[in-house]
């Protein structure tokens, strides 16, 4: 048995956790949800976020939002890769991710990264243990990223994907940004380790 499926058994009832955006406790009980999966892959070095997304499709440009409001005050001990300056998608995911098994061999990954869903559970944010499938929605085979994976489902799939992501509010996009990126910032002061 492997380490996610270990904990995944250990803890089934409570993972996948999925909240709306809406929520007004929004980014704290995700934050609880987050912190305390985290600590179920200790003992790890450090965390490193990666933020999964392109700013060129403002359904994919969730995980980019996120890398960059938490670049500008970025909690102890969380490394972040994704960026709407310097963005971690198809093209460089792969290199992506060997830099950071090279640099940081010890460390505890979360992968961020928008999704597509039924209507009703567009606007809800996802945390879910194991790796994240960048891609699978619009039928891309890239590589697995991640122990711990978050996604926002920003729109309706099942027609059209690149066309929906392309045409996705902005603002739906923002505001889930803002919470998932608060939610991560939260968890992070939750673990003593990181913000010591």
């Known amino acids: ?3 996610y499926a270990s904990v995944r058994q250990t803890h089934k009832a409570t993972y996948p956790f999925r909240i709306e955006h809406t929520h007004p406790m929004a980014d704290e009980e995700f934050a609880n ?9 200790a003992p790890y070095h450090d965390i490193v976020c990666v933020c999964v997304g392109t700013d060129r499709s403002t359904g994919d440009a969730l995980g980019p939002l996120v890398g960059s409001a938490l670049r500008k005050d970025p909690p102890p001990g ?8 310097d963005p971690v998608h198809a093209l460089n995911l792969e290199e992506t991710l060997e830099n950071i098994s090279s640099a940081h061999p010890q460390s ?13 559970s567009v606007g809800s ?51 889930m940004a803002e919470i998932i990126s608060t939610s991560i910032k939260k968890a992070c002061l939750k673990m003593p380790t990181l913000s010591a």
């Open 78 to 85: 969380l490394l972040i890769y994704g960026t709407l300056d």
């Open 125 to 175: 944010i996802q945390l879910g243990l194991g790796p994240l499938k960048p891609g699978a929605g619009v039928n891309k085979s890239l590589p697995e990223v991640g122990n711990i994976h978050i996604t926002g489902i920003v729109n309706v799939s099942g027609f059209m994907e690149y066309f929906v992501l392309q045409n996705t509010r902005l603002s739906l996009v923002m505001n």
């Open 1 to 3: 048995m492997n380490e």
């Open 108 to 120: 505890l990954v979360i992968a961020v990264d928008a999704c597509l869903g039924h209507f009703k």
């Open 33 to 41: 949800h987050l912190a305390f999966a985290c600590r179920s892959f």
